[in-house]
């Protein structure tokens, strides 16, 4: 598998004492993310840190995302709690990942927190932002949630277009 080829190539660094710069770490944690290998995934970040280097929010990103494919997001949600203490600064396709995990555990009211969490952090929540809380609260079943979104991401939109 393409994730296990890149770990190793990954690993070979460290043989040759050579120091993986933060960039290496996010391709190793991306290709992880792709095939669904959370825990690689999550190791790679922690390893990160234990090397005196700072993840950045590409790191937390895809490392949020490979939780979200995987269906673990409490993991996704503490990966959030985690940036947050650290203060990172996010953007809108960390928190997108976070959410559509939330979305993937039908965890509507987590969705709905992040976005809050987005408007206190001044990360503008966008389309997808919308959508994926929209399809959380739809999976829980709150209707009424669902059609505020829907009027949010309806002003969104049509903001979008106004300002071409």
Not at 70 to 77: N, T
Request: proline share 2%; charged share 15%; with cysteine.
């Amino acid at each position: 598998q393409r994730w296990q080829q890149a770990v190793r190539l990954f690993e070979a660094l460290w043989l040759d004492n050579l120091v993986p710069l933060v960039i290496t770490f996010n391709a190793a944690i991306s290709a992880c993310e792709k095939c669904e290998q959370w825990q690689q995934a999550i190791g790679l970040l922690w390893r990160m840190r234990t090397t005196s280097m700072l993840p950045d929010v590409i790191s937390y990103a895809a490392a949020i995302s490979s939780c979200e494919k995987a269906k673990q997001w409490q993991h996704a949600l503490g990966l959030v709690a985690k940036a947050q203490g650290d203060a990172m600064l996010t953007n809108v396709i960390f928190y997108n990942a976070a959410i559509a995990a939330c979305d993937k555990g039908a965890q509507w009211r987590e969705a709905l927190s992040l976005l809050d969490a987005m408007q206190n952090d001044v990360v503008e929540p966008d389309m997808i932002s919308y959508n994926v809380a929209i399809s959380a609260c739809v999976k829980g079943k709150q209707s009424q949630l669902t059609l505020a979104l829907l009027q949010l991401n309806l002003k969104y939109y049509l903001q979008r277009l106004r300002c071409g």
